[in-house]
């Protein structure tokens, strides 16, 4: 599924956030399960756990590769670094009534949105993101005059 579009929620006094069915559907599973991770200052991405645990498993495996052919000697302090950010970074979460999300108290403030206050929920093609809304709105003028030229250059 190529999930896109851009809607706008307020977050309710509870830390709940209703998204769009249709981007709901697209990243729960049957039981409404799903990931939420922190990837980038003000947003929080939304991925299928199956397909999360893929990309998971895939960095792991290829950093266990690295570390028993001795190519991370020297880099022990990475290494944990990565761990803690590895052991933090992501959460399951369920869906309450197949679209409801409860923010994690532990990603609240990475989001930076307080409860009464609106986010912006965008459909990110592999994932669903909720941004606060002055990050979305530095990233939408950081990167919109790039669009041609990346759209173009994925297409071709």
């Avoid at 003028?141 to 297409?155: C, I, Q, R, S």
């Amino acid at each position: 599924m190529f999930i896109t579009g851009e809607v706008k929620r307020t977050i309710d006094d509870r830390f709940r956030v209703t998204l769009p069915q249709d981007f709901a559907d697209g990243i729960s599973d049957e039981q409404g399960n799903l990931i939420v991770a922190k990837e980038r200052t003000g947003c929080l991405s939304l991925w299928r756990s199956d397909e999360w645990q893929k990309r998971l498993d895939s960095g792991v495996e290829l950093l266990r590769k690295k570390m028993d052919s001795g190519r991370m000697e020297g880099r022990w302090g990475d290494v944990q670094r990565l761990g803690r950010l590895l052991s933090t970074r992501h959460q399951q979460v369920n869906l309450a009534n197949r679209s409801r999300l409860l923010i994690p108290d532990s990603f609240r403030s990475f989001l930076g949105c307080e409860a009464g206050k609106e986010v912006v929920i965008v459909g990110a093609a592999v994932c669903v993101e909720i941004w606060h809304p002055d990050m979305w709105l530095d990233v939408l003028k950081a990167e919109m005059p790039d669009f041609g030229d990346l759209f173009k250059t994925l297409t071709e």
